[in-house]
Nanobody, 121 residues
């Protein structure tokens, strides 16, 4: 009933930039928190950035100052602007959204399909 579609991943050189987007669609009454996670092979998934419905943000220390999360509530879309990319940023990036499908129901987490980001020269 809710789908998240990600786009924007790819291969970039160190120091380059990418902009990821994630659009939620389906039965959506409201979206609370949205966030971006990443996972590299053999490593645990980690929170990269999160944003509330009102725009408050939280970042992992490793990306603070380089990445910016934002959202367009009218479009049910969250973005991740990634600048000054480093090889250690290489991972599959997943979008997460906390969605209430109807008024009064408990929100649940929905996940995007993941998009590969590779930072290499």
């Amino acid at each position: 009933q809710v789908q998240l579609v990600e786009s924007g991943g790819g291969l970039v050189q160190p120091g380059g930039s990418l902009r990821l987007s994630c659009a939620a669609s389906g039965s959506i009454f409201s979206i609370n928190n949205m966030g971006w996670y990443r996972q590299a092979p053999g490593k645990q998934r980690e929170l990269v950035a999160a944003i509330t419905s009102s725009g408050s943000t939280n970042y992992a220390d490793s990306v603070k100052g380089r990445f910016t999360i934002s959202r367009d509530n009218a479009k049910n879309t969250v973005y991740l602007q990634m600048n000054s990319l480093l090889p250690e940023d290489t991972a599959v990036y997943y979008c997460d959204a906390e969605v209430a499908v109807r008024m009064g129901v408990i929100p649940h987490d929905y996940w995007g399909q993941g998009t590969q980001v590779t930072v290499s020269s």
